[in-house]
């Protein structure tokens, strides 16, 4: 399916896990393995991915290069450093990854992501060059203004959480951080102020997000159920 074009992918890893009580959360152990591990392997597993970067906090650097030396990953072609913001980790990707078409950019602190969602994202981005793994609210989700105070209560019926794999068109997603402005969380929505379609694609509401230490053990218990 894209054996005729190359496909990179950007583990960003860079945050400093403020809201972690101290744990840096890409060592953290998850089924034995650390989460950086468990993401690298992954992605180094994947039939799609010719090569990719991690980024890594600074501090993190030469910690993240000694502990994956060990485990023969053969498409990781660099681990660099990132910056103080999200955006500016993943422009950091961007520079330091080989020659390629596609990019598959995911968040290092979601470990549960598996082999399926990357390729369901390389087969939605070919509709429009741009797809996101996303899943729909299920929770009732209010607007409120300033002081706390209820708005409006949105239709869940077109709500949808959005994760990573995030997979573009190397030259759309290079023009967006290109032209960004602003802090952004999210690289699709870079995207979209260029005027480029996005396309949802279903991800997995085990795909979480790993952000407090009450998340580690959520994602502990999901890994030993997905063993299991």
């Not at 600074?58 to 994956?68: I, Y």
């Not at 087969?123 to 929770?139: F, L, S, Y």
Request: hydrophobic letters at 45%; aromatic letters at 6%.
């Amino acid at each position: 399916m894209f054996k005729s074009q190359k496909v990179g992918a950007i583990i960003v890893a860079a945050g400093r896990g403020e809201r972690m009580g101290g744990i840096d959360k890409i060592f953290a152990p998850l089924g034995g393995t650390s989460m950086l591990e468990r993401v690298a392997g992954v992605f180094d597993a994947s039939p799609y991915i010719d090569h990719f970067v991690i980024v890594l906090n600074e501090d993190n650097v030469e910690r993240g290069k000694l502990l994956l030396s060990g485990n023969n990953l053969s498409k990781l072609a660099k681990v660099v450093p990132g910056g103080s913001r999200r955006q500016d980790s993943v422009e950091s990707g961007l520079k330091n990854l080989p020659a390629c078409q596609w990019v598959v950019i995911h968040d290092g602190a979601r470990p549960l992501v598996e082999d399926a969602l990357i390729t369901a994202g390389l087969e939605a981005a070919q509709e429009t060059g741009a797809a996101v793994a996303a899943v729909p609210v299920i929770d009732t989700v209010k607007l409120v203004d300033d002081g706390g105070y209820v708005k409006e209560t949105l239709s869940r019926s077109r709500l949808w959480a959005v994760q990573t794999p995030q997979v573009f068109r190397f030259d759309i997603i290079k023009e967006a951080y290109s032209k960004a402005t602003g802090d952004v969380t999210d690289d699709a929505a870079l995207v979209e102020t260029l005027g480029y379609s996005v396309k949802l694609y279903m991800g997995a509401y085990d795909n979480i997000k790993l952000t407090t230490p009450a998340d580690l053990a959520l994602a502990e218990a999901l890994w030993l159920r997905k063993e299991g």
